[in-house]
């Protein structure tokens, strides 16, 4: 039976029970994936993390292990929430197969979340333990977690799966910083926690248009479903080798068809915390990765740089692009600089996902974000009344359908905004549909600044400015910029007779305050008013446009 978690939105059982009659809802969950995967393919290699390698029954195993760990000595049950912080590499994977394992519920923050976040984040899943690693990118992740730990009482304790401690590691036979793989090597495996379909997989983070962040609640059954659709789609088996190089708990690399299509397909998975061209081309050539998902950014850096000429790219098959609009310009590029498809996906951690075909024409490739997965996706394009447009205008993208969420995990009031009566989410994104259901994205009216696929609310930065002692008000807006698309740009008010303070000391200020790295403005811009609507409502629209001149001093 499903273990209800209070603050999950339902699907409506009708709808439910005919997603269910369709076939999308097959009854199968992530530790269902990842046993068949060990039980069919055992010696192939699912995880390839530098000069590591685990295959399918290692990962098995080893999951299964881990999960006594986490049970045993953390006390982590059926249906609790376990925030995961950690980057790239094979324990990532471990870690969310063992809490599957236990039917416990993975919180996916990226490492450049900082307390602000975190905190927020472990408050509203009332999170039970925090899995990190000592340090990541030189930044004490340990000490981070205790300090959230610290302030949330529902957490009440943190794994450090680099460091897990001496007299455990000690009794477990292993040794002091030996990383959780050695340490749970000789533990039993955990026994089989019943596990129902309609539990709650794993939560995810929304971009967000708000002050905090709001928490995507996916079941296995929607969230399978897009897997093995996005698998099928992106032409994924046996052979593939999906690189990720891109931060791996972003919906994006988990699911589309990401880490989770990977082990459906029975392919293998490359890790990486190097994204940079050497680093991630450089794998492609070692491990002769079939296909890459990536931001227009990361995209634009491979393209610009020596190794798209010299490095062996000929085993890729698909380069996906997606997370933020990728210009014609660079789409053009990429074909012919990798030898390979071009994919784009413009997706969403609250759902819907459409992808361009592998078979399509060049053009739909070049200036179309895709098509949805589902033919049980309803997406409706409509206008400031939710009035359908006509096809082939613009208009505010609403979606509902097999994996698309009914509300967000314990926001009633945001909901109510955020969703239609009749259940569809407003995407907040503005696009033109083709007589074929393909999509373009031509905007957005959200409040929201999207860094290159990294998504910002810049309420959330503006608070963050205005507990700032010399700041009066402020006003973050994005401002256009060739690669990462949009940057963050603050527009500070001073208060009377302060002097302007230099850009590194607010940003080490806004460090303090714990707003995570990629939130942080890239441009502050000191002014003696902020441009006003009529209402009296800071002008956004404007200050967007104006021109990027003025920056703080460095
Ligand atoms: C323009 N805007 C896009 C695109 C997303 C696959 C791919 C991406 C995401 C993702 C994801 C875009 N062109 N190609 O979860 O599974 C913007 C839109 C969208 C928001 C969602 C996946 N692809 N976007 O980016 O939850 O504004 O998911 O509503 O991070 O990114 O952001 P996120």
Redesign the pocket.
């Known amino acids: 039976a499903p273990l209800p978690i209070d603050g999950v939105v339902p699907y409506p059982p009708e709808v439910a029970a005919h997603y269910r009659a369709a076939g999308h809802w097959t009854g199968a969950t992530l530790d269902g994936l990842l046993r068949e995967a060990a039980a069919q393919e055992p010696q192939q290699v699912a995880v390839i993390d530098g000069e590591r390698a685990l295959s399918y029954r290692e990962l098995d195993e080893l999951a299964g292990r881990a999960a006594t760990l986490l049970a045993g000595r953390h006390g982590v049950a059926r249906g609790e929430r376990v925030l995961v912080q950690l980057p790239n590499v094979a324990e990532f994977v471990l870690v969310v197969f063992a809490l599957a394992r236990l039917g416990a519920v993975p919180v996916l923050t990226l490492p450049a979340h900082r307390r602000s976040d975190l905190r927020h984040i472990a408050q509203t899943a009332d999170a039970v333990l925090i899995v990190t690693r000592s340090v990541i990118a030189g930044f004490d992740h340990g000490a981070l977690a205790r300090e959230v730990q610290g302030c949330v009482p529902s957490v009440h304790g943190v794994l450090l799966v680099d460091d897990v401690d001496a007299d455990h590691a000690a009794s477990a036979g292993g040794r002091r910083g030996a990383g959780i793989v050695e340490v749970v090597r000789p533990l039993p495996e955990a026994p089989t926690v019943p596990v129902s379909p309609a539990d709650v997989a794993l939560l995810?983070l929304?971009?967000g248009t708000t002050g905090t962040p709001k928490l995507i609640a996916r079941t296995h059954d929607d969230y399978l479903y897009s897997v093995r659709e996005s698998a099928r789609i992106c032409g994924l088996g046996r052979h593939s080798r999906l690189l990720a190089a891109m931060p791996i708990a972003?919906?994006?690399t988990?699911?589309?068809p990401?880490v989770l299509g990977v082990v459906h397909a029975r392919g293998t998975l490359v890790l990486t915390q190097d994204p940079s061209p050497a680093g991630a081309l450089g794998l492609v050539e070692r491990h002769r990765v079939t296909i890459v998902?990536t931001v227009p950014p990361l995209v634009i850096a491979w393209l610009n740089s020596a190794q798209a000429a010299t490095a062996d790219l000929t085993s890729l098959e698909v380069v996906q692009?997606?997370?933020?609009?990728?210009s014609r310009s660079v789409a053009e590029r990429i074909e012919p600089a990798f030898g390979c498809r071009l994919q784009?996906?413009?997706?969403?951690?609250?759902g819907l996902?459409?992808y361009t075909r592998l078979d399509d024409d060049r053009e739909t490739v070049l200036s179309t974000?895709?098509l949805r997965i589902s033919p049980d996706d309803d997406v409706l394009v409509v206008d400031e009344r939710d009035r359908p447009v006509p096809r082939g205008t613009a208009g505010a993208l609403l979606t509902r359908g097999p994996y698309t969420i009914r509300g967000y995990f314990r926001a009633p009031e945001h909901n109510a905004r955020a969703f239609t009566p009749d259940g569809f989410y407003r995407?907040?994104?503005l696009v033109v549909e083709r007589e074929d259901g393909y999509l373009t994205?031509v905007g957005?009216s959200?409040d929201?600044i999207?860094r290159g696929?990294?998504?910002i609310a810049p309420e959330e930065v503006e608070n963050a400015l205005l507990a700032h002692p010399d700041v009066h008000d402020v006003s973050v807006t994005g401002a256009p910029d060739e690669v990462l698309g949009e940057r963050v740009r603050a527009h500070v008010v001073l208060r009377d007779g302060a002097a302007p303070p230099r850009a590194v000391e607010l940003r080490r200020f806004l460090a303090a305050h714990g707003l995570a790295t990629y939130k942080t403005p890239d441009v502050f811009a000191f002014v003696e008013a902020l441009p006003a609507t009529g209402v009296g409502k800071v002008d956004r629209r404007r200050l967007a446009s104006a021109p990027s001149t003025s920056r703080g001093r460095a």
């Open positions: 995810q929304s971009g972003h919906n994006f988990m699911s589309s990401g998902p692009v997606g997370g933020a609009k990728l784009q996906v413009f997706g969403m951690a609250e996902v459409n974000q895709g995407t907040g994104d994205v957005r959200k929201q999207n696929g990294e998504k």
